[in-house]
């Protein structure tokens, strides 16, 4: 068995990579199809921790030996019995250092060619960042924009159904972008976990081919998009939706009607606005949210939030948009949104 330098360039040639951190290091963010066996887990390494600072390093490493190799013991009884000799694990921590490690010394001396990611998730972590650092300067982006309820996202889905290659920040990010854009049951993935999924998805694109993009504020709900890409997308052409009032709320009467299934909740979310809007307004729109009457609050919040929040966003951070292709747009029903996403194809 041979025993060397193993980098995140090397992922490839083993069968399965093992974290072996903690269950909640794990959750923020991992590398990905690795599976979680934690040489400690959250309760145990708060122990060694608290161990560790109020009594001494060795006392630290005592109480942790024994949990360390009663969990190892633990996974190679219940995941590992039935690998072949053949198996080849890449095993990582936090920095690959010592739980990393004593994982793949027991893994060895079982006999398999297990080895160390070197550096651990900190590497990995390293390798996102540069290379979405690396890819995003090199997209060819298209830019849709229009105010909510322009359908942008249905429209990028039906791109990527025309074979159009599109890259979809909300989905990655589980959130809309907006007061209401909290996605049922899907919570947001940590920042981490978030870069993670998009270095992922820039790896996947065709960098000789365009990419539609969604614009985007610096934030989506509470993750940021990283500033290569910021800057990409910020600089790159316009396409702009310009659809009728009328289509933009019945467009969002279906895409969020599920917001009226929880009236206190929505009530909530408009509670976030006390800040930018008049208390007498406010009260009206949560009174609309109690009584589960969405056509009059969303033309409201489109009329007096929606829409001059983008007026004013958008100038500021898309420098091409004075130069955009504006397409009108009457129809956003799915076969009215089949058709737009058509003639968005269509443009050179």
């Not at 060795?58 to 633990?74: Q, T």
């Not at 080849?88 to 490690?101: A, K």
């Not at 939030?305 to 100038?315: F, I």
Request: aromatic share 6%.
């Amino acid at each position: 068995m041979s025993h060397k330098p193993t980098t995140v360039n090397d992922l490839g040639e083993f069968t399965v990579l093992i974290d072996v951190r903690s269950p909640a290091e794990y959750a923020l963010d991992h590398i990905p199809d690795a599976i979680n066996c934690p040489v400690l887990d959250d309760e145990e390494r708060r122990i060694v921790g608290t161990t560790y600072v109020q009594v001494s390093a060795f006392e630290a490493r005592k109480i942790g030996g024994a949990m360390v190799a009663r969990n190892i013991a633990s996974h190679l009884d219940q995941l590992f019995r039935d690998k072949p000799r053949e198996w080849r694990p890449l095993v990582y921590c936090w920095r690959g250092g010592m739980r990393s490690g004593s994982f793949v010394n027991w893994l060895r001396l079982v006999g398999w060619d297990a080895q160390q990611l070197k550096g651990g998730y900190k590497a990995w972590r390293a390798h996102v960042i540069e290379q979405i650092a690396l890819l995003a300067p090199r997209l060819d982006l298209r830019v849709l924009c229009g105010p909510t309820g322009s359908a942008k996202t249905r429209v990028l889905q039906a791109l990527a159904a025309q074979g159009e290659q599109v890259l979809d920040l909300e989905d990655l990010a589980a959130h809309r972008g907006s007061v209401l854009g909290a996605m049922p049951g899907r919570p947001q993935p940590s920042q981490k976990g978030f870069e993670t999924q998009l270095m992922q998805a820039l790896a996947g694109l065709d960098l000789s081919r365009r990419v539609w993009v969604e614009a985007e504020s610096r934030r989506i709900g509470r993750i940021t998009v990283p500033e290569p890409l910021l800057q990409r997308l910020r600089e790159s052409p316009v396409v702009e939706i310009d659809a009728s009032p009328q289509a933009r709320l019945d467009y969002l009467l279906r895409d969020y009607a599920w917001l009226g299934d929880d009236p206190q909740g929505l009530a909530d979310k408009l509670g976030t606005l006390r800040e930018l809007l008049p208390k007498e307004v406010l009260a009206e729109w949560q009174a609309w949210a109690l009584e589960g009457a969405l056509p009059p609050l969303f033309e409201a919040l489109m009329a007096r939030h929606y829409d001059p929040l983008y007026a004013r966003s958008q100038g500021r951070h898309l420098a091409g948009l004075p130069d955009a292709q504006r397409l009108q747009c009457e129809d956003l029903s799915d076969a009215g949104i089949q058709a737009l996403a058509s003639r968005i194809a269509s443009l050179p």
